[in-house]
C-alpha cells in the first residue's frame, strides 16, 4: 500500500529506492533462513553438541518472544488501540 501511495503521488524515485532496498533485505534474511535450516552442522562436531549448542534458550529470551507475539497480534486483531496510544503519546510528547 505504501508503493502504491507513493507511485500514485508521483515519487517514482522513493519507489525504486524502496523495491531495490527490500530485494537486499529478502536476499539477507533469505540467507539466514538458509543457513538455519538447511546447511549441514561441520564435520568435527557431533549431532550431540550441536543440539546442546542452539538449544540455549532462557526464561528471558522466552518472555521476549510472548510479549513480542502478543503485541504483533494485538496490533493485527484490534490496530486502533495502538494506533490511538501512540497518537495520545506523541501530542503528550510534543504538546508540552
Do not use: C, W
Not at 531495490?20 to 550431540?48: C, G, K, M, N, T
Not at 538449544?55 to 486483531?77: K, P
Amino acid at each position: 500500500m505504501v508503493l502504491y501511495s507513493a507511485t500514485h503521488s508521483g515519487y517514482y524515485f522513493m519507489s525504486i529506492v524502496a523495491i531495490i532496498v527490500s530485494v537486499i533485505s529478502a536476499a539477507y534474511y533469505l540467507r539466514i533462513v538458509r543457513v538455519i535450516h538447511f546447511d549441514a552442522a561441520p564435520a568435527d562436531q557431533d549431532q550431540e553438541t550441536a543440539v546442546t549448542t542452539t538449544a540455549s534458550l532462557t526464561n528471558v529470551h522466552s518472555f521476549a518472544i510472548a510479549t513480542l507475539t502478543l503485541a504483533i497480534a494485538l496490533f493485527v486483531f484490534k490496530p486502533s488501540f495502538i494506533l490511538n496510544s501512540t497518537h495520545l503519546l506523541a501530542l503528550s510528547l510534543f504538546n508540552v
